[in-house]
């Protein structure tokens, strides 16, 4: 199995351009976490989905971020427009609901710079 | 507001037994705790989880006492390999919502030296 996949991996954008981040989870995982982290404010839960239904999106910072998952193999974090202080890792997991516990396979993050 | 608190960093030499608490006052009553590895430039990796008393698997121990409002993260016999940062990840009631949600600790730089 090749892991979550994230793409792309490195992301350079000016403030006020539409950014979308994609992510493909372990295949017969139900369920997908989108995460942001910064030095400032460590590793934030943005919005996770169950069977392609978003659960819990309270993490999601403001309006100019949206996510969506189409179907069991792709989700994508969308923001716009841009702004500096979005710059961040942002890292997509994924997990089979319904087990016990909290064992999420991370992918390896994009890393999003607005300048 | 519900805070997930861990030590800042630690410092070890190899061959030494480390030891990592967090503190999760207001764990959700389901709630499992879980404890993640992070290496430089990649993803969290799961290490271990535990919802009471002890756990052991063949990297780490995991003790959790009776009111579970912390945890330890126990790692035996440490090498350089092992320098990363640990994180605990509990599901915590926010009092301000009323809602439950995930939350990672603020994590914990370890240095292990030769």
């Known amino acids: ?70 179907n069991a193999s792709f989700s994508t974090l969308k923001i716009q427009p841009s702004e500096p202080r979005d710059s961040a890792v942002y890292f997509c997991a994924s997990r089979i609901e319904g087990g016990s516990g909290n064992e999420q396979y991370f992918g390896p993050g994009t890393r999003l710079t607005v300048t | 507001l519900a805070k997930t608190t861990q030590p800042i960093s630690m410092d070890s030499y190899e061959g030494q037994e480390v030891n990592i608490t967090c503190s999760h006052n207001n764990i959700a009553t389901n709630d499992y705790i879980t404890w993640y590895q992070q290496f430089p430039s990649q993803g969290p990796r799961f290490i271990i989880q535990g919802y009471k008393t ?52 603020s994590g914990t730089r370890l240095q292990v030296q030769p």
């Open chain 1, 1 to 70: 199995d090749a892991g979550v996949i994230q793409s792309p991996r490195h992301e350079v954008t000016e403030m006020g351009q539409e950014v979308t981040l994609r992510c493909k989870p372990i295949s017969g995982h139900n369920s997908l976490f989108w995460y942001r982290q910064t030095m400032m404010r460590g590793l934030e839960l943005l919005i996770y989905f169950n069977n392609n239904v978003p659960i819990d999106d309270s993490g999601m910072p403001e309006d100019r971020f949206s996510a969506k998952m189409p």
């Open chain 2, 54 to 105: 002890k756990v052991t698997n063949e990297v780490a121990s995991l003790f959790i006492p009776a009111d579970r409002k912390s945890s330890t993260l126990s790692l035996p016999r440490v090498s350089l390999s092992d320098t990363a940062v640990y994180y605990c990840l509990v599901g915590e009631y926010h009092m301000d919502t009323g809602r439950r949600a995930l939350t990672f600790g």
